[in-house]
C-alpha cells in the first residue's frame, strides 16, 4: 500500500505488540466500505435499520460502561507537569507507554489490524495534517470513513516520508480500569485502548484535531479551536463567516445548522453550514483570519434533536448515517427522548433490553430508551446548508469570533468586545450554570475557557497567551463577542425565543464587524441599542427587551470575584495582559 519507510515500520512494531490475526489497509473505496460493513452486519457489531425509511443507516451498542468520554482517564503525557498545566490529567511519557503498552500486549489476538491513513483538512491543504490510526474495530473503520477523509489519496500524499499523527486504537477487554487515552506531543502519537466509544476511540477527534493540533498550532502560529464555522449570506448576496465556540448544552450544533426565521427568509437571508465542532484558522497574507473545518462528518448527540431544535440536522441523519446507543424498535428503525414522535410502543433500549415507555427504575424515575449521550455520525454533505466551501483548500474568511453559555441573570443577549485583548479575557472567563440534566449541582458555574478545558493539549495559561499574541500579528482581527441564549425573568422563563431567532443577534453582530450597527458602551462591552436589533414577527414587549439587553453592575462584581478565583489556577503563569483585563472590568463597573 505504501513505500513511506517509517509507516510500514510502525504498523509492524503495533502488530508485534497487539499480535492481530491479520491487516487490512483502508483505500477508502466503496467496495471496501461494504464489504466491511456486510462483516460487521454479520458479526453484530452492527444491525441493518430499515433500509425503506433508513437508507444506508446502521444500529451500534457500546458496552454499558462504555458511553461517553472518559476525561479522568485522559491524559496530556510530557515529560514535565507544569508543561500540561492544572486543568489537565499528567503523566510522562515513559510511564503512559508502559501502562498501555502492557494492555495492548496481545490485545489483538483472534482480531483484524485496520490501518486507516487520514487526512484533516482537504489532501493537499495548507491546513491540512495527515494521521493513521490502527485500530481492532469495525465500527472505528466505518466512522473515521464518515468523519474525515480516509485511502489511498493520503498515502499518495505522505509519499516515502511525509509527516503523520501515529494514533493507536485497542478495544482490549473493553474495562474502565483498564481505559486510558493518552497523547504524545512531542512524538506526534496518540494510544486510545479499552474503549469502544466514539469520542474516546476516533482518534482524528478531539484526540487529533484538538488536543494535539492546539499543540502544534502554538508552535506554528495558528488556531485549532473548539468551534463551530458558520456562513451567513445576506439579502444582497454578500457571505460573511464567523466562528462560535459554546460549552456543551448550549445549541452550538443547532446554531451551525441554523433555519432563519420566516421575516428574515423574506428579506433574503441564508445560512450555510462550514462545520460544526472544530475550526482551524490561520492569518493569510491580507492580514485577516481565515478559517477551515478539518472533518467531513458530523459526530452529533441525538437526544434532544428534533424537527424544532434542528431541523437540518434531521434531514442530515436521514440516510447513510450510523446510530449508537439509541433505541431500536421492532421495526428496525430508531428513536430517542425528546426527539420527533411518540416513542414506540416497545422497543429494544440501548443496553440491548426489553423497553416500554412506562417503565421505571426504583427510584420511580422513567428508564430511558436511548442513553442521553447517544450519537449519530453522518457525513456533513448531507447537510441541507452544507456548503461547498467545505472543500475549499483556503478556507473562509472569519468575521468575527463568539463565544457563549448558559446565564439565567447575568450575561445580556450579545455584547461586543473593547478589542482583541479584552476578547480574549471573555473567552477565557466563559462559564455556563449547569442544567437539571447535567451532573452537578443546578445553576452551580462551570468555567470552560473558549470551550476548550478538556481539550488543550498543553498549559492552558499559555494557550491564553498564544490567543493573545495571534491578535498581535493580524492587521485585520475578527471582532470578538458573547452571546446568551438563556437568559431568563425573574419566574425562570426564558426571555429570548432562541432557535432560528439568534440570527437576529447574528445580524448585529455582522453589522458591527462592518461598522453599521448602533451598539451602547457598557461595563462589560458593547450592547445593541434596541433598535438596532430587527425584531420584526417577534411579540417582544419593550420591557423584556429592556431586560435581555441590561447589564447588573452589582451581579457584573461578583462575577469578578469568581473570575479572580479561577484565574488563581494558573498562579503566575496567567497573562498580565488578563489580569489588566479584569481590574479594568472592575474599575468600569464601579466608576
Known amino acids: 500500500m505504501t513505500n513511506h519507510a517509517k509507516l510500514n515500520a510502525w504498523v509492524q512494531e503495533a502488530a508485534a505488540m497487539c499480535q492481530p490475526d491479520k491487516i487490512v489497509w483502508i483505500d477508502g473505496s466503496d467496495a471496501q466500505r461494504d464489504q466491511l460493513t456486510a462483516e460487521a452486519v454479520a458479526s453484530g457489531e452492527l444491525i441493518k435499520l430499515n433500509q425503506k425509511k433508513h437508507p444506508g443507516c446502521y444500529y451500534h451498542r457500546t458496552a454499558k460502561n462504555d458511553v461517553a468520554r472518559t476525561e479522568h482517564l485522559t491524559y496530556i503525557c510530557m515529560p514535565r507537569k507544569e508543561e500540561v498545566g492544572p486543568t ?9 507507554y508502559r501502562r498501555a503498552g502492557e494492555i495492548f500486549k496481545g490485545s489483538m489476538k483472534g482480531r483484524t489490524l485496520y490501518v486507516i491513513p487520514f487526512s484533516l483538512g482537504p489532501v493537499g491543504s495548507v491546513f491540512s495534517k495527515y494521521g493513521v490510526e490502527l485500530t481492532d474495530s469495525i465500527y472505528v473503520v466505518l466512522n473515521m470513513l464518515i468523519m474525515v477523509r480516509c485511502g489511498q489519496a493520503v498515502l499518495d500524499r ?38 469502544g466509544y466514539g469520542g474516546n476511540v476516533l482518534l482524528s477527534k478531539k484526540c487529533m484535531a484538538l488536543r494535539l493540533a492546539s499543540c502544534a498550532a502554538r508552535k506554528e502560529g495558528w488556531l485549532a479551536e473548539h468551534m463551530l464555522i458558520l456562513g451567513i449570506e445576506d439579502p444582497a ?20 445548522m441554523l433555519i432563519p426565521p ?15 465542532d472544530i475550526a482551524w484558522m490561520r492569518i493569510d497574507t491580507d492580514g ?18 428534533n424537527t424544532k431544535s434542528n431541523p437540518n440536522a434531521m434531514a442530515t441523519i436521514r440516510r447513510n448515517t450510523v446510530f449508537t446507543n439509541v433505541l431500536l424498535t421492532e421495526n428496525k428503525t430508531v428513536w430517542w427522548e425528546d426527539g420527533d414522535g411518540n416513542p414506540p410502543a416497545k422497543g429494544i433500549d440501548w443496553k440491548g433490553d426489553p423497553w416500554t415507555p412506562d417503565m421505571r427504575d426504583a427510584n420511580g424515575k422513567p428508564v430511558l430508551g436511548a442513553h442521553p449521550n447517544a450519537r449519530f455520525t453522518t457525513p456533513l454533505s448531507q447537510c441541507p446548508s452544507h456548503t461547498f466551501r467545505m472543500e475549499h483548500h483556503h478556507g473562509v474568511p472569519i468575521s468575527a469570533i463568539i463565544f ?11 455584547y461586543q468586545s473593547y478589542s482583541w485583548q479584552h476578547g480574549v479575557f471573555i473567552g477565557s472567563t466563559m462559564a455556563s450554570e449547569r442544567t437539571a440534566a447535567q451532573y452537578g449541582k443546578q445553576g452551580e458555574v462551570r468555567r470552560d475557557p473558549m470551550a476548550m478545558l478538556p481539550f488543550c493539549g498543553y498549559n492552558m495559561a499559555e494557550y491564553f497567551m498564544h490567543w493573545l499574541q495571534m491578535g498581535q500579528q493580524m492587521t485585520r482581527p475578527p471582532k470578538i463577542f458573547h452571546v446568551n441564549w438563556f437568559r431568563q425573568d425573574v419566574d425562570g422563563q426564558y426571555l429570548w425565543p432562541g432557535y432560528g431567532e439568534n440570527l437576529r443577534a447574528l445580524e448585529w453582530i455582522l453589522a458591527r464587524c462592518r461598522g453599521e450597527a448602533e451598539g451602547n458602551a457598557t461595563p462589560i462591552g458593547y450592547v445593541p441599542t434596541p433598535d438596532s436589533l430587527d425584531l420584526t414577527g417577534l411579540n417582544l414587549t419593550e420591557e423584556v427587551l429592556q431586560e435581555l439587553l441590561t447589564v447588573d453592575r452589582e451581579a457584573w462584581l461578583k462575577e469578578t470575584q469568581d473570575i479572580e478565583e479561577f484565574y488563581r489556577t494558573f ?12 481590574a479594568s472590568l472592575k474599575r468600569r463597573l464601579t466608576t
Open 288 to 305: 485577516a483570519l481565515w478559517g477551515l473545518n478539518p472533518e467531513t462528518g458530523m459526530f452529533g448527540v441525538a437526544p434532544g434533536t
Open 571 to 582: 498562579n503566575e503563569k496567567l497573562p498580565h495582559a488578563l489580569r489588566d483585563e479584569l
Open 158 to 195: 505522505l509519499g516515502t516520508d511525509g509527516e503523520f499523527t501515529k494514533c493507536l486504537h485497542g478495544k482490549a477487554d473493553l474495562d474502565d480500569k483498564r481505559r486510558l487515552i493518552l497523547h504524545f506531543p512531542q512524538d506526534n502519537a496518540v494510544w486510545s485502548v479499552g474503549s
Open 262 to 276: 420566516e421575516s428574515m427568509t423574506r428579506k433574503g437571508y441564508r445560512i450555510w453550514t462550514v462545520g460544526d
Open 88 to 96: 489537565n490529567n499528567w503523566m510522562t511519557p515513559e510511564e503512559g
Open 404 to 414: 457563549g453559555g448558559r446565564r439565567a441573570r447575568l450575561a445580556p443577549l450579545v
Open 237 to 256: 448576496g454578500r457571505i460573511e463567516y464567523i466562528a462560535a465556540a459554546f460549552p456543551s448544552a448550549c445549541g452550538k450544533t443547532n446554531l451551525a
